[in-house]
């Protein structure tokens, strides 16, 4: 066993998500069998009791490779040393309100926790934003830390891509592990462009197994809207699941890919797709060597084109209504 632990920082620690990602972090989903753990939890400080409580759990739980709990209220502490971090905490939405509205509340936690990462994480830091609305969220917290490479900022597509997985794994009638290089470009909003241009079932096309009326009527509509319905169903927004995406996604991140399949992450953008620099969107990736990679030199057609434009359009008015929070 490797004995040295990942020091892994989760924020919101108290709240929904957490609930269910810090179990499945202390378990080995996420680092592995061989790895052990050490969790930093960030709460504000009202919420730190009720962190102990979680904290007690995780110990209840004698997991063999959870090394210890910290708990704070101050982002310094929480990511000194640290070489993940889950940036889940912030309000969730109401039923009815787009995930955009939330910046006003949100917007201003990621500048100070941007900024506490540049000056105390490990070098080899990776954080996946999840707290909406999540790609602009993680462009402030990229902004506030220069010395971090921007690519190791990301926010959370996961939960999108397996949603289309599970819509189309239904619709077609394939468990979702055989279905590959579905895309979701753009950002976690209802203006998302799930694509199924690339994505193949043992080497043949979706497109050709699915009725292109039903993908453009049913599917694109029912994944992008997918958080909607779960707040309508639920009464509360996505825990578990997105928990499972975040598990997904840092998983894929530290070990890899495996050869020729891509994933949807959001990284700040480097110019190409024609999403502007530095807007944070989703783009088909692959995991090699602990790296994010994007996959590159895709030829879009008119319909992708138009779908990643939208997302553009948005992003551009969420970075111009934050524009004070960027640095
Ligand atoms: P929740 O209200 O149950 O928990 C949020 C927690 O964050 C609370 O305990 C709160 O005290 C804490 N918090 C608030 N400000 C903080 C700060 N500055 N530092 C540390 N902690 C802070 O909410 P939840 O259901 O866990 O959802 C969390 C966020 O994740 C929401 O914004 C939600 O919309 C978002 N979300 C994103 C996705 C995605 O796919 N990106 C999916 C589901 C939910
Ligand atoms: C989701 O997609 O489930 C989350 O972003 C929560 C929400 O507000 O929809």
Redesign the pocket.
């Known amino acids: 066993m490797n004995k040295t632990p990942v020091k892994v920082a989760v ?2 620690a ?5 609930y269910s990602l810090l179990f499945r972090i202390a378990s080995g989903s996420v680092f592995g069998p061989e790895t052990p753990v050490e969790l930093n939890l ?3 400080t009202p ?1 730190l009791h009720a962190t102990e409580g979680v904290a007690m759990e995780l110990f209840d739980s004698a997991f063999p490779l959870l090394t210890g709990i910290n708990i704070t209220d101050d982002p310094a502490k929480a990511f000194d040393g640290a070489n993940a971090a889950f940036l ?6 109401g039923k009815g309100e787009e ?1 955009s509205a ?1 910046l006003g509340a ?1 917007g201003k ?1 990621f500048g100070p926790q941007g900024a506490a990462l540049n000056d105390h994480a490990a070098d080899d830091i990776k954080v996946l934003v ?3 609305p ?1 790609n602009t969220n993680t462009m402030i917290a990229a902004s506030h830390a220069k010395d971090i490479p921007a690519e190791r900022f990301t926010a ?1 597509m996961r ?1 999108d891509h397996n949603r289309s997985l599970s819509q189309l794994s239904q619709k077609i009638g394939v468990p979702t592990t055989e279905i590959k290089n579905m895309i979701v470009w753009g950002n ?1 909003s209802a203006d998302q462009f799930p694509d199924i241009t690339y994505a193949t079932i043992a080497g043949e096309k979706v497109s050709d197994k699915v009725d292109a009326a039903w993908v453009e009527q049913d599917f694109i509509p029912r994944v992008a809207k997918r958080g909607a319905e779960i707040i309508e169903v639920r009464g509360s ?3 578990a699941s ?1 928990a499972a ?1 975040a598990v997904d996604h840092m998983r894929d991140w530290v070990t890899g890919t495996p050869e020729g399949e891509w994933v949807s992450v959001a990284l700040p953008s480097d110019g190409s797709y024609g999403i502007d620099e530095g807007l944070v969107a989703g783009v088909p990736c692959y995991a090699k060597d602990g790296e994010w990679v994007r996959v590159e030199g895709l030829d879009l057609s008119e319909v992708q084109r138009a779908g990643i434009e939208r997302n553009v359009k948005a992003l551009r008015e969420e970075r111009d209504a934050v524009k004070d929070l960027l640095v």
């Open positions: 924020t919101g108290a709240g929904q998500i957490a960030l709460e504000i919420a889940v905490g912030a309000k969730p939405r995930r939330l949100n936690i999840v707290g909406n999540a959370m939960l976690h927004s996505s825990a997105a995406a």
